[in-house]
């Protein structure tokens, strides 16, 4: 899957602000060239929620070990919730586990360093991972969508 790919299915669901930082418009630097997907159907920046899914194009300060320093390598990062993380990690988001290599590519980890709030990760999701990538963000996406309900009292939407 490629970065676009990704961001062209994720913006498919419906009801999705993409963000993706630049040069000149007044976010971080290190942002540039990152996508942050949040549910917002009426397009407005949600203000105190975070994003339920990322691609990363580079190691940030503290979360190094996914190597994204590589020639074309990104991240897919997933708020996968409780349920879902627990599903494919065999624990909890909050428990000890063995730690997952982070740089491996196409395999479904926990998050290397969000793991512990039910996020999970992927480095350039492929052939294997691929129908999982999409399962995940369809997932998170209807998970951010009946919070975003929830919190406004809207309706929720088929």
Do not use: C
């Amino acid at each position: 899957m490629t970065i676009d790919e990704i961001t062209d299915f994720v913006e498919g669901l419906g009801g999705v602000l993409a963000v993706r930082p630049a040069p000149g418009d007044g976010t971080p630097e290190i942002s540039w060239g990152d996508t942050f997907f949040s549910y917002a159907p009426d397009g407005v920046p949600p203000k105190a929620t975070q994003p339920f899914a990322t691609i990363v194009t580079k190691d940030y300060p503290g979360d190094e070990r996914s190597r994204l320093d590589r020639p074309d390598t990104f991240r897919v990062n997933v708020a996968a919730g409780r349920d879902t993380f627990s599903e494919w990690t065999g624990h909890a988001p909050r428990e000890p586990a063995p730690e997952d290599d982070p740089s491996v590519t196409d395999t479904v980890i926990a998050h290397p360093v969000y793991g512990s709030v039910g996020w999970l990760a992927v480095v350039n999701p492929g052939g294997r991972t691929g129908e999982a990538v999409r399962r995940l963000l369809r997932e998170a996406h209807h998970l951010a969508r009946v919070r975003h309900e929830r919190r406004t009292g809207s309706a929720p939407s088929s």
